[in-house]
């Protein structure tokens, strides 16, 4: 490959962990044991009443279930909370589908009690 004038060929130390396989690999595994860790957490505060409680706090403090726009700068503002409570979500459903259909039940007990 040529190099381009002005732009010098990147020296071996430029181009970090890419530059040697092993250094990759563990990283990936890094990568994959942090997001089985994540997981598992998420799975472990959605396994009791009080963990739903605050995930579903959370989705709907971020809007997930009403409009974000405003007709103003404001609708910027509430569509990425709404976006960190689709995430949420999301992760939610792909965890556990159960505790989604856990929480929505909870809510509507509680709401229940509250009127």
């Keep these: 490959m040529s190099e381009l004038p002005g732009n010098p060929a990147p020296e071996s130390e430029d181009r970090g962990e890419l530059s040697d396989p092993k250094k990759v690999g563990r990283k990936g595994l890094m990568d994959r044991i ?3 860790q994540a997981k598992e957490d998420a799975l472990f505060v959605l396994s009791s009443i009080q963990g739903r409680r605050f995930y579903w706090k ?4 971020c809007g997930i279930f009403q409009t974000s726009f405003t007709g103003n700068n404001t609708t910027f503002f509430n569509e990425g909370m709404r976006n ?3 995430e949420l979500l999301k992760d939610v459903n792909e965890l556990s589908p159960e505790a989604y259909l856990k929480m929505i039940q909870e809510s509507k007990l509680e709401e229940s009690k509250n009127q």
């Excluded at 959370?58 to 403090?61: D, Q």
């Design 84 to 86: 960190v409570g689709l």
């Design 58 to 61: 959370l989705m709907k403090r």
């Design 34 to 36: 942090k997001d089985r």
